[in-house]
């Protein structure tokens, strides 16, 4: 059965970094695109970063020099480094898999990911 647990949320003051990070169990990660998810009260849940296959990612504008994704295939986990935080980062953030599957060309969208984690929340105080 397919699992992802995250840890590594909390609270932080702006302009403060954290690292999240997102257990992968039962299939070996590094044949399938995973992204971050995040969503703040009342809002959609949006994208935020994906990695491929091959080691590419991509990031929404509202991240982009500030959040790196990253994985380590032999621990089986998913990172999200986050930097520079700022109030508007707030919210639950999950990590997701397609499954055996790369990401998909036009974006980051949470309808084309099948499993997800039961998140982690960040709080980002001014």
């Known amino acids: 059965q397919v699992q992802l647990v995250e840890s590594g949320g909390g609270p932080v003051q702006a302009g403060g970094s954290l690292r999240l990070s997102c257990q992968v169990f039962?299939?070996?990660?590094?044949?399938?695109?995973m992204g971050w998810f995040r969503q703040a009260p009342g809002k959609e849940r949006e994208g935020v970063a994906d990695?491929?296959?091959?080691?590419?990612?991509r990031y929404a504008d509202s991240v982009k020099g500030r959040f790196t994704i990253s994985q380590d295939n032999a621990k089986n986990t998913l990172y999200l480094q986050m930097n520079s935080l700022k109030p508007e980062d707030t919210g639950m953030y999950y990590c997701?898999?397609?499954?055996?599957?790369?990401?998909?060309?036009?974006?980051?969208?949470?309808?084309?990911?099948?499993?997800w984690g039961q998140g982690t929340h960040v709080t980002v105080s001014s």
């Open positions: 039962g299939y070996t990660h590094g044949s399938d695109c």
């Open positions: 990695i491929d296959v091959d080691g590419s990612t």
């Open positions: 997701a898999s397609r499954g055996p599957r790369r990401c998909v060309v036009a974006g980051i969208f949470a309808w084309l990911f099948g499993y």
